[in-house]
């Protein structure tokens, strides 16, 4: 009988920069080498083959940020003490996709000028931790702003309060918050568009109605 197998895979989603399938054979069987495996995503490899008898660990190396790497077994890759050859068909491990970065900031456009202290709206792809007002400074020329962040998912509202007249721009700090695989971001410090702040207009004067001539 031909021998068959069964893997265990990686986590579907990774920042590791190698990581193992382990494979399960029916039964004790040689010849299995890295010759016998293709993978696609973007700079991955099969780097080593290692095991004996029925259990043998495939590790994949120096896949880029951002690739799938999916991996095959070519069908009669290893042979049992009979000499049969197996598995009889190709067979395929499910996809590990890399992640060793987190989301980026994506910046609402906010308005030009303002007469009060203005808000910004920032969105991210994914989940994010440990984001908070202190991560956000000031870099236009209005002084005084104290800034307070509020979410919605993945969605943040980054207020400002008490800014006198000039220019707001709110920048984030490099690696200011992470994600669930622990990557931190932003990458490099993400700025904002630039609000002014301007001073209200005097209200219009009212104007002074006419006296009514008194009849004699």
């Known amino acids: 009988t031909a021998p068959t197998v069964s893997v265990t895979s990686p986590a579907a989603l990774s920042n590791e920069l190698t990581f193992d399938y382990a494979l399960t054979f029916s039964e004790s069987v040689t010849g299995l080498t890295t010759s016998d495996f293709a993978i696609t995503g973007t700079g991955c490899s099969v780097a080593s083959v290692a095991g004996s008898a029925a259990s043998y660990s495939v590790r994949v190396q120096s896949c880029a940020d951002g690739a799938s790497a999916y991996l095959a077994m070519s069908a009669n890759a290893v042979?049992?003490?009979?000499?049969?050859?197996?598995?009889?068909?190709t067979s395929t491990f499910a996809t590990v996709t890399v992640d060793r970065s987190a989301s980026a900031p994506t910046w609402s456009a906010a308005p030009a000028t303002s007469y009060a202290s203005p808000s910004f709206?920032?969105?991210?792809?994914?989940?994010?931790?440990?984001?908070?007002?202190?991560?956000?400074?000031?870099?236009?020329?209005?002084?005084?702003?104290?800034i307070a962040v509020s979410a919605m998912v993945n969605r943040y509202t980054i207020a400002t309060t008490g800014c006198s007249l000039g220019t707001v721009q709110l920048a984030i700090a490099q690696g200011a918050y992470g994600d669930a695989l622990g990557n931190t971001g932003p990458q490099?410090?993400?700025?904002?568009?630039?609000?002014?702040?301007?001073?209200?207009?005097?209200?219009?004067?009212?104007?002074?109605?006419n006296p009514t001539a008194t009849p004699t």
């Open 79 to 89: 042979s049992d003490s009979a000499l049969n050859l197996g598995p009889v068909v």
């Open 121 to 146: 709206q920032v969105d991210f792809t994914e989940a994010i931790t440990g984001f908070t007002a202190s991560d956000i400074s000031n870099t236009g020329s209005a002084t005084g702003c104290v």
């Open 188 to 209: 490099t410090v993400s700025a904002s568009s630039v609000t002014t702040v301007i001073a209200q207009p005097a209200p219009a004067p009212t104007p002074t109605p």
